[in-house]
C-alpha cells in the first residue's frame, strides 16, 4: 500500500484577468516559489448590475490563471497578483481562494 504524503492544507487560487496580464504577471510569480499553474481562456459575461459593482467588462476577454498552493504561501500568492494585477482598479479582475480537501494525481 502506497503512503499518502501530508502537505498541510492546500488552497486553489484562481485569479481572472484581462488578456495578456498573465504573460506579464508569471514571472514574478514563479519567483514566489510555485510549482506550477494552469492558465485557460475566457471570455466574460456579467450582467450590468454585476458590472457597476465589480468593474468587469462584458463580454471581455479574460485568462484565467489556477494555482494550488500551500496555505503558507497564500498569502504571499495573493499579494504578488493583487499588486501586479492592479486588482484594486475597477475592471482589472477579480481573485478567489478556495480549500482543496483532496488532491488525485
Do not use: W, Y
Request: charged letters at 25%.
Amino acid at each position: 500500500m502506497m503512503k499518502r504524503k501530508r502537505f498541510g492544507m492546500l488552497k486553489l487560487i484562481v485569479a481572472i484577468l484581462p488578456k495578456g496580464k498573465i504573460k506579464a504577471i508569471m514571472p514574478v510569480l514563479k519567483d514566489t516559489g510555485i510549482f506550477g499553474a494552469t492558465v485557460l481562456s475566457g471570455k466574460g459575461l456579467c450582467t450590468e448590475a454585476g458590472r457597476r459593482t465589480i468593474g468587469l467588462q462584458i463580454g471581455s476577454s479574460r485568462e484565467i490563471l489556477i494555482l494550488l498552493t500551500l496555505d503558507v504561501n497564500r498569502e504571499k500568492l495573493i499579494k504578488v497578483l493583487e499588486k501586479h494585477g492592479n486588482l484594486k482598479e475597477p475592471g482589472q479582475g477579480i481573485l478567489f481562494v478556495m480549500n482543496v480537501n483532496r488532491v488525485v494525481g
